[in-house]
């Protein structure tokens, strides 16, 4: 199976400062079509997961343009500038290259 | 606007079984593959079961296989889990998902608890 390791598990950011999110997977994400199989999800406080970067690098729909992702074959970051309070939850990334389809444990962010 | 409703949750014993649904509105439900993705309290998510459009094949990890069942009636928008021989450690929150390639679209999800 292939692991997902999230760090940090939370971070505290001061609204307005940026936050940076790392996820490293166990075996490249690269599919032979050329697409980084990654994903960005962010579940806010008992919410449903939404998705925010699809493809690695991609902005989903409704998503503002502060989040980023960025990334190698193998090591991910998901990027959020300028954090504003209704950014708070737990972001997960997430490999759909092959199953079993597998997550990574979760940064928590919180708003100093 | 794309909607999945998740209904069939509750509190069952363990070895029993238990049937959701979800209903699926606001796009081409037949145009889609659907996933499970489930997540137990204060815990991370964990896929549970993918399907394609057409419902001819479908896809589980280990934990579930030959236990859980996915399925869909692409007449009635409608995708199911039928969950057989249910354990302590399948108490979760249960997602149903639309699939396309990605999971984008999530539903509110159902509370399964297993327990004696």
């Known amino acids: 199976d292939i692991v997902l390791t999230q760090a940090p598990l939370s971070v505290s950011v001061t609204p307005g400062e940026s936050a940076s999110i790392s996820c490293r997977s166990s075996k490249s994400l690269l599919s032979s079509k050329g697409i980084t199989s990654l994903y960005w999800y962010l579940q806010k406080p008992g919410k449903s997961p939404q998705l925010l970067i699809y493809r690695m690098s991609n902005l989903a729909s409704g998503v503002p343009d502060r989040f980023s992702g960025s990334g190698s074959e193998t090591d991910f970051t998901l990027k959020i500038s300028k954090v504003e309070t209704e950014d708070v939850g737990v972001y997960y990334c997430?490999?759909?290259?092959?199953?079993?389809?597998?997550f990574g444990s979760g940064t928590k962010l919180e708003i100093k | 606007e794309v909607q999945l409703v998740e209904t069939g949750g509750g509190l069952v014993q363990p070895g029993r079984s238990l049937k959701l649904s979800c209903v699926a509105s606001g796009f081409t439900f037949n145009n889609y593959w659907m996933s499970w993705t489930r997540q137990a309290p204060g815990k991370g998510l964990e896929w549970v079961a993918s399907i394609t459009n057409s419902g001819g094949s479908t896809y589980y990890p280990d934990s579930v296989k030959g236990r859980f069942t996915i399925s869909r009636d692409n007449a009635q928008n409608t995708l199911y889990l039928q969950m057989n021989s249910l354990r302590s450690e399948d108490t979760a929150t249960y997602y149903c998902?639309?699939?396309?390639?990605?999971?984008?679209?999530w539903g509110q999800g159902a509370s399964v608890t297993v327990s004696s």
């Open positions: 998902t639309r699939a396309g390639g990605v999971m984008d679209a």
């Open positions: 997430a490999q759909f290259l092959e199953y079993p389809f597998t």
